[in-house]
Nanobody, 119 residues
Framework: QVQLVESGGGLVQPGGSLRLTCAASGFTFSSYAMSWYRQAPGKERELVAVITSTSGMRNYADSVKGRFTISRDNGKNTLYLQMDSLKPEDTAVYYC????????????WGQGTQVTVSS
């Protein structure tokens, strides 16, 4: 069955770094655009970064540009999010999402990993 399993979250001090990983299985990873979303307490889920199936295009939310880097390894069916210069406002549950680039428009979500930025 389809699985997206995030890992790498935790507690980090402001200015620190974390690397999130999303391990995918059960679908053709290389045919899907992948993205990271986050949801802070009391707020709506928001898009953080997206990468196309061949890594040809990457986009970021303005709030994380220059600090976060999304990447993928299609050979390992894995998505990454390198987060540097973390701020308290980055605290949220981070989710990975897979979206098919061709018909049918399938999409899958992971269960999330908690990131807490605090001193």
């Amino acid at each position: 069955q389809v699985q997206l399993v995030e890992s790498g979250g935790g507690l980090v001090q402001p200015g620190g770094s974390l690397r999130l990983t999303c391990a995918a299985s059960g679908f053709t990873f290389s045919s899907y655009a992948m993205s990271w979303y986050r949801q802070a307490p009391g707020k709506e889920r928001e898009l953080v970064a997206v990468i196309t199936s061949t890594s040809g295009m990457r986009n970021y939310a303005d709030s994380v540009k220059g600090r976060f880097t999304i990447s993928r390894d299609n050979g390992k069916n894995t998505l990454y999010l390198q987060m540097d210069s973390l701020k308290p406002e980055d605290t949220a549950v981070y989710y990975c999402r897979a979206a098919a680039e061709r018909w049918p428009p399938m999409q899958y979500w992971g269960q999330g990993t908690q990131v807490t930025v605090s001193s």
